[in-house]
């Protein structure tokens, strides 16, 4: 089943995060006998950190998008990422498919706790992950939203830095 494309449409894994070597697919399935949420990830070459290597960040990226798929899968009130902890056992290489396992392994109130793996396709470990999803309280009577904070896209930088790198479109 596919859950609602709103939850694709503006997502960074989904969206600019995908294409042409960046994440070429990002399959996701819910196995609701196990609980369990699979995902199979390809990565293309330009996600790197190292030569040959895919980012470190992407990985933990891939893992927290991943436990959302999840707590969007088992219908859990909104939640948050409260702490994503990931462990790196092997080098993830551009260019692989993964593929990344995801659980619920303990809940306490509004608390979810998630532990996640990802093996490459031969079943090696590259990395494992736990996190806390927490659930948004529900509004108590009368209470409303805080205003949206006025933001400003001018940034200056410190006395005395040099710009060692910039993009920009």
């Not at 070459?45 to 960040?57: D, E, Q």
């Not at 979810?112 to 396709?121: A, K, N, Q, V, Y």
């Not at 996190?131 to 948004?136: H, K, P, R, V, W």
């Not at 108590?140 to 205003?147: L, Y």
């Amino acid at each position: 089943q596919i859950l609602q494309t709103m939850h694709v449409d503006h997502n960074a894994v989904h969206g600019s995060l995908s294409g042409t070597s960046l994440i070429e697919a990002y399959e996701v399935y819910f196995h609701k006998g196990r609980g369990e949420l699979i995902s199979l990830v390809h990565f293309g070459n330009a996600l790197n950190g190292h030569p040959t290597v895919v980012h470190g960040g992407i990985t933990a990226t891939v893992f927290d998008n991943s436990f959302g798929w999840l707590y969007l899968s088992l219908k859990i009130p909104m939640s948050f990422t409260a702490n994503l902890n990931v462990n790196y056992r092997s080098k993830v290489s551009e260019d692989s498919t993964v593929i990344v396992r995801a659980s619920v392994t303990e809940v306490s109130g509004r608390k979810r706790f998630f532990g996640g793996t990802m093996h490459d396709t031969r079943g090696t470990l590259l990395a494992d992950s736990t996190s806390l999803f927490i659930s948004a309280r529900e509004k108590t009577e009368g209470e409303v939203d805080p205003p949206a904070s006025a933001s400003s896209t001018t940034v200056t930088p410190p006395a005395d830095t040099t710009l060692l790198a910039a993009t920009s479109e």
